[in-house]
């Protein structure tokens, strides 16, 4: 029997080593490729993200501007509301004071019967001046001396009229009679002047002078007034403040008479001041003019409730006439 030889089996012939470097070979080239690629891929990715930090801190200082114009702008927006806070609550204690006021005027005594008999019957309290214009003769009535609790001494008058539409179709024959009743209580007078609410002349040949105390200049102021239209922006300002301005004199005692209905606009507190500051009080407190008003209830049938112009100039003529020593009435018929 003969005996099979065994081979011996060597598994580190020349086909396992070949393989075995390939594949070293082949991993070694992956590592080299990458390692070659890696610098320049993370060159492109610093790049690009340089870029985009860039834009977002460009972006950044555009929302922090936008922000603090937002800011700005919301700071100026609240100090206008708090500013139209304090002129509400301001115009609401107005309206309030008014409302106080006007309710007190309506249940005085009828004002329409006020103004007629005081009117008619009040004289001046006679200086030694007015004493020598009315004659030696002239007795006054042993009624009220005074209108409105106020005494009527004023050498020179003057009126203010409102010529507004709604005065002119609504009570001007109501006017003329109150005009008319105001020249009767005073019998003579140095001088008259006549101006609408803006401040103009009823005669330019009288205009910054004193029309002279006639009969006929006294009948033609009534004529004249009758058919009286200047433009008028319906409030009395302009008017007082430039019969003070050119009027007002130490040596004459003056009245204001002043006919309207409403008072549209403007600061009911700047128009108290500046006619204060023209018609200064002299040592002894008193004022050279005095400021009788007149306010007639033509906007009162227009609508419910109080109107607020007619407010409003109820309380500027009110307390104009308490700081220059003459007197207010408010009237309850157009008529």
């Given at each position: 029997m003969s005996r099979r030889t065994r081979r011996s089996i060597d598994i580190f012939n020349l086909s396992f080593l070949d393989v075995v470097s390939c594949g070293f070979g082949a991993i070694i080239l992956l590592l080299v490729i990458v390692k070659v690629s890696e610098p320049h891929v993370i060159e492109q990715l610093a790049v690009d993200l340089s870029g985009l930090v860039a834009q977002l801190e460009?972006?950044?200082?555009?929302?922090?501007g936008e922000t603090t114009v937002l800011n700005r702008d919301l700071t100026t927006r609240q100090e206008q509301l708090s500013v139209q806070r304090e002129k509400?609550?301001?115009?609401?204690?107005?309206?309030?004071?008014?409302?106080?006021?006007?309710?007190?005027?309506?249940?005085?005594?009828?004002?329409?019967?006020?103004?007629?008999?005081?009117?008619a019957s009040?004289?001046?309290?006679?200086?030694?001046?007015?004493?020598?214009?009315?004659?030696?003769?002239?007795?006054?009535?042993?009624?009220?001396?005074?209108?409105?609790?106020?005494?009527?001494d004023s050498e020179y008058i003057i009126f203010i009229i409102d010529t507004s539409g709604s005065m002119q179709q609504n009570t001007w024959p109501l006017v003329l009679k109150k005009v008319t009743e105001v020249l009767d209580i005073y019998p003579r007078v140095k001088g008259i002047q006549v101006m609408n609410d803006m401040g103009d002349y009823m005669f330019s040949q009288y205009k910054g002078k004193w029309i002279p105390d006639t009969p006929a200049r006294r009948k033609a102021i009534i004529t004249r007034l009758s058919g009286w239209q200047p433009f008028?922006?319906?409030?009395?300002?302009?008017?007082?403040?430039?019969?003070?301005?050119?009027?007002?004199?130490?040596?004459?005692?003056?009245?204001?008479?002043?006919?309207?209905?409403?008072?549209?606009?403007g600061s009911i507190e700047t128009v108290v001041n500046t006619v204060a500051r023209l018609?200064?009080?002299?040592?002894?407190?008193?004022?050279?003019?005095r400021i009788h008003t007149v306010g007639f209830p033509v906007l009162f049938g227009t609508g419910s409730g109080i109107p607020v112009n007619a407010m409003r100039y109820a309380a500027l003529m009110r307390k104009l006439a308490e700081t220059n020593g003459g007197s207010f009435v408010g009237l309850n018929s157009t008529r």
């Open positions: 460009a972006e950044v200082h555009e929302i922090k509400l609550a301001r115009l609401q204690g107005d309206i309030s004071s008014i409302r106080g006021q006007y309710a007190t005027t309506r249940n005085e005594h009828d004002t329409q019967t006020i103004i007629k008999d005081q009117l009040a004289k001046q309290d006679l200086t030694e001046e007015m004493r020598r214009l009315l004659g030696s003769g002239y007795q006054r009535k042993k009624l009220a001396a005074t209108i409105g609790g106020v005494p009527v008028s922006n319906s409030s009395p300002v302009e008017g007082i403040e430039a019969a003070i301005r050119r009027f007002h004199a130490q040596d004459k005692r003056i009245s204001l008479y002043v006919f309207g209905d409403d008072f549209a606009r018609n200064r009080a002299d040592k002894s407190g008193r004022r050279r003019v």
